[in-house]
């Protein structure tokens, strides 16, 4: 692999940006929050597939935590109504917390996994939650060209 | 515009106070000096019809009128009933009914403030890499095809729990909406599990203030029942004293708190029973009246969002995890930020020319459209300029959600919408007869908006108006017998 870079910092100042890949939501199961975990063809030389699955699943994971109905989140609601929803003035929503802890396991993964690789993830909060946007750098000093996009990945089946 | 454009290349100040101008609607007027230095917050360049107050804390819908006379309604008569109904029901009966009464009434308060002030689940637009990339996904799906052929509606199949679901495309936001998600053309928003915008309220009605919007209808309608048989209790222990007339006579706010609560309490009651009904068939206001789970459209057909229950399904709906609002309207814009293009800063009824031309310079299939592309050349040439202004655009014509592009299915979504939320105002005008004033505005936008809409679907599909009105049909005789 031509781009290797040892940290974000490198990533951003030397490597400019060729191409973005958007993991769309699967909606199979609803309305919750739920990425695809189908490898898009633009990633195949870039990364291997087991880490993407993996980040992928853990996200899932996590969202699934964070929009989970059942005792914890019963009794959070109960305990907002009584107090006029006040209750949210001092202390956080789950669903906040859990947010936190996945924009700390995507910075955490992009500092592992994927700036080494020249590819940075976006927290999806940032894009409404509806994509999961990877951006695909190349070394400025290279003269590859964008990684293939013009094959399409098929969506949302 | 494009005047302007060759003005900005040659001299910088004008630029400047071009941009100026350009950013009038939506900040507070800066000197080109100060403004450099001082970064936006997002709620300033928000590209939907929303109103924002306290920083971006408070986000409201554009025409808040009706809701002003909801907190005037209440306040009054709640005052009303504590200032002259409550001493002597305290000292006669007991000290608890003032204070029931107070807590209801705090309740109701907080539950109205906090259903009107928040955001109800608004999905942000698409940034321009991710319009592109689903622009592109489309053409590859649909293929090719020759000019004068107008490409099919943009839709996905998606299968949930067993049942097909078409996820639509929105033309305004450039996004396939989620499940259950729907176009307000009142806010020009996709708002998330939409329900229906609410004007008493001020706001729409979605994800994020459902429970809110329920728990205020249903400690309203105990409210309004506490206050009307106090009232009269007041009156009758009154006149069983001093006799009928002179018990008036002592209490003459008596009777205003009864005719207002007399009027209001049909509808409120009334709407707190649908609003139970859909909370344990978990539907949305908007599916129940288009009858999207009815078992009358197939045999097959069922609710994919149920939890087979109602207990479970009332308590995913009011006591469920609290999703965090996705357009952070206090973050600061950041210069390398992909703005979304803001296609809404004015109002009037002009054609929707820009979000065409912007879209036949991402598909040529588009250049068959009738539609003139004079925004064409200054659209592309402010998409070069950086920073959050190139988004804004000095006239931006009010772009109906219903954009008469490319699929009549959006469009028929669009003008459902507007269909679903004038008849709420329907609903609602039957108790607010005595007091005349409410009808001019709500029935206002309503036919400015069914007017908006019919005129450019007459462009297209015929046929999708006869349906159209049959549903109209079948959604008025769904609220009356509610």
């Known amino acids: 692999m031509a781009t290797e870079f040892h940290n974000l910092q490198e990533l951003r100042h030397s490597a400019s940006l ?6 769309q939501r699967d909606y199979t199961d ?3 929050c739920k990425f695809q975990t189908k490898f898009p063809s633009e990633l195949d030389s870039r990364i291997e597939r087991t880490l993407f699955e993996d980040t992928v699943k853990t996200l899932n994971n996590y969202y699934a935590e964070a929009e989970k109905i059942g005792g914890q989140s019963y009794l959070e609601g109960c305990l907002a109504c009584l107090t006029v929803y006040l209750i949210f003035l001092c202390i956080e929503t789950r669903y906040e917390k859990v947010l936190k802890k996945i924009s700390r396991y995507i910075q955490e993964q992009n500092e592992k996994i994927y700036a080494p690789r020249g590819l ?3 927290d999806p909060l940032e894009r409404g939650m509806r994509v999961i946007e990877i951006s695909v750098y190349e070394d400025r000093g290279s003269s590859g060209s964008s990684s293939g996009s013009s094959t399409t990945s098929s969506s949302g089946r | 515009m494009t005047g302007n454009m060759h003005l900005g290349v040659e001299e910088p100040i004008r630029e400047c106070q071009y941009n100026q101008i350009c950013t009038h609607n939506s900040s507070p007027m800066n000197t ?9 917050r ?9 109103r924002f107050y306290c920083n971006g804390r408070i986000m409201m819908a554009k025409q808040t009128g009706v809701f002003y006379l909801t907190m005037v309604l209440i306040l009054v008569t709640s005052g009303l009933f504590f200032a002259f109904d409550c001493p002597f029901l305290a000292s006669n009966l007991t000290p608890a009914i003032p204070a029931i009464g107070g807590v209801l009434f705090v309740f109701v308060m907080g539950m109205l403030l906090r259903a009107s002030f928040s955001d109800p ?3 942000p637009r698409a940034t321009p890499e991710e319009a592109a990339d689903i622009e592109r996904q489309i053409d590859a799906t649909n293929g090719p095809s020759g000019p004068g052929y107008r490409p099919p509606p943009r839709t996905r199949e998606v299968l949930i729990n067993g049942q097909t679901v078409k996820l639509k495309y929105c033309f305004t936001c450039k996004i396939f909406r989620p499940p259950r998600a729907s176009h307000c053309s009142l806010c020009d928003n996709c708002v998330e599990r939409f329900d229906h915008h609410c004007p008493w309220v001020g706001n729409c009605v979605g994800r994020r203030n459902y429970r809110f919007f329920y728990l205020f209808i249903l400690s309203l309608s105990f409210l309004t029942l506490f206050i009307f048989a106090f009232v009269i209790t007041h009156v009758i222990l009154r006149s069983n004293r001093t006799g009928f007339l002179s018990a008036l006579r002592d209490s003459p706010a008596s ?35 288009k009858g999207s789970w009815s078992s009358k459209r197939g045999k097959g057909n069922y609710n994919p969002y149920s939890y087979g229950n109602f207990i479970t399904n009332c308590c995913a709906a009011l006591c469920g995890p609290l999703p965090p609002s996705l357009i952070d309207r206090r973050g600061f814009v950041l210069p390398d930020t992909p703005q979304p293009a803001a296609q809404t800063n004015g109002t009037g009824a002009c054609p929707p020319n820009q979000v065409q031309s912007h879209m036949a310079a991402t598909n040529p299939l588009l250049h068959s459209q009738p539609i003139i592309l004079g925004g064409g050349p200054t659209l592309q040439a402010k998409s070069s300029l950086g920073g959050p202004c190139s988004t804004l655009s000095p006239s931006q014509p009010s772009l109906p959600s219903s954009i008469p592009g490319l699929s009549c299915g959006g469009e028929l979504l669009a003008l459902r919408d507007s269909e679903i939320h004038c008849h709420h105002h329907l609903h609602h005008q039957h108790f607010i007869s005595p007091e005349e004033t409410p009808s001019p505005p709500t029935a206002l936008p309503c036919a400015t908006h069914l007017g908006h809409h019919v005129h450019p679907a007459q462009l297209f599909n015929p046929v ?10 079948r959604g008025l005789v769904k609220l009356s017998s509610v």
């Open chain 1, 18 to 23: 060729a191409n973005k890949v958007f993991i």
């Open chain 1, 30 to 32: 609803g309305t919750i």
């Open chain 1, 120 to 122: 940075l993830i976006t």
């Open chain 2, 32 to 40: 080109p000096h100060t403004k450099k230095r001082k970064s936006k």
């Open chain 2, 42 to 50: 997002k709620w300033q360049v928000f590209p939907g019809r929303n």
């Open chain 2, 121 to 123: 689940g608004v999905l």
């Open chain 2, 255 to 289: 009777v205003l708190e009864v005719v207002v609560c007399f009027f209001s309490v049909w509808s409120i009651v009334g709407l707190s029973g649908f609003h139970t009904y859909l909370i344990s068939s978990n539907q949305t206001t908007n599916e129940d009246i």
């Open chain 2, 464 to 473: 999708s108006q006869d349906s159209l009105h049959e549903d109209s049909v």
